[in-house]
């Protein structure tokens, strides 16, 4: 039983936009903490941004500036913005959810840069 669905990935020019989606269950999404995660060849998954379930946000050094991560609770649905993309951007992005008790992962959407 799929939990979270991503879409948005895909291959964009350096300095360009993606917007990246992930659709949660209702259940899922109102309980837990809402994150995106990278995983670059070769290297280890790393948290791209996060947005707690009243709305903060964090975001690594490396993006500030560039992403944004919101949520909407009427869709159930978490994005992230990415502007002005970077060939370093380069990886498979994971949504991820988690609370206290329970962690859930989707299956990944590649997101390529070219320069």
């Known amino acids: 039983q799929v939990q979270l669905v991503e879409s948005g990935g895909g291959l964009v020019q350096t300095g360009g936009s993606l917007r990246l989606s992930c659709a949660a269950s209702?259940?899922?999404?109102?309980?837990?903490?809402m994150a995106w995660y990278r995983q670059a060849p070769g290297k280890q998954r790393e948290l791209v941004a996060s947005i707690i379930r009243g709305g903060t946000t964090n975001y690594a050094d490396s993006v500030k500036g560039r992403f944004t991560i919101s949520r909407d609770s009427a869709k159930n649905t978490v994005y992230l913005f990415m502007n002005s993309l970077k060939s370093e951007d380069t990886a498979i992005y994971y949504c991820k959810a988690f609370s206290l008790t329970k962690i859930y992962w989707g299956q990944g959407t590649q997101v390529t840069v070219s320069s």
């Open positions: 209702g259940t899922i999404f109102s309980a837990s903490t």
